[in-house]
């Protein structure tokens, strides 16, 4: 599933990449190193709790997801390739309501700009791991990817808010993914509002 969004995104990049430029560009924030911190709301529309054991399997329960969500201050690091195409590596803390829990999600953030204007839209993605924490519990992985839109508040200094598929999957037993007897998947909608500088 994974693969059908990296496809296309990998595919604009590279057309915009070789776009016309524009006399109407961003001369400050399309270039160069940047930070983005910004806050976001998770709201997680399924979970399940999947449990594997040598006789069954694999067995998946859902969860109760009634009034189910997250908040999540991230901030990424990184640099304009080009006025079209930035990476950078990204922190958070996600905390989690109903059920209660915190993850530590640390991401590669790549970034499509359809522009290279001081307004821009852009797609996103964010894929990465998450470190141990609360006991050493819950580490696992992260994808998320969506829209967004960038536009200037002030100077140099850009605003940025986006919306996305939010995707997790969380250890319970502290081992990896992949070794793990016990783990969650949380899917939902994020929006996301930051700045950009």
Known sequence: M??????????????????????NHDEFRNKGFFNI??????????????????????????????????????????????????AGIGVGLDGYSNPNFNTLPIFLDLRAYFSDEAKSLYLYMDYGTMAKIDGGKNNGSIFNIGLGYKFPLKDRLMFVTDLGYSYKSISNDGLSIRKSESWVQAKGLILSFGIIF
Not at 4 to 20: D, K
């Open 37 to 86: 911190t910004k806050l976001s709301y998770i709201n997680v529309s399924s979970a399940k709790l999947e449990t594997f054991n040598p006789v069954d399997g694999v067995v998946a329960t859902s969860l109760n997801v009634d009034k189910a969500h997250a908040y999540s201050l991230q901030t990424i690091n990184g640099y304009f390739f080009s006025p079209y195409f930035s």
């Open 2 to 23: 994974k693969q059908q969004f990296i496809i296309p995104i990998l595919l604009l990049l590279f057309v915009n990449s070789y776009s016309q430029e524009n006399s």
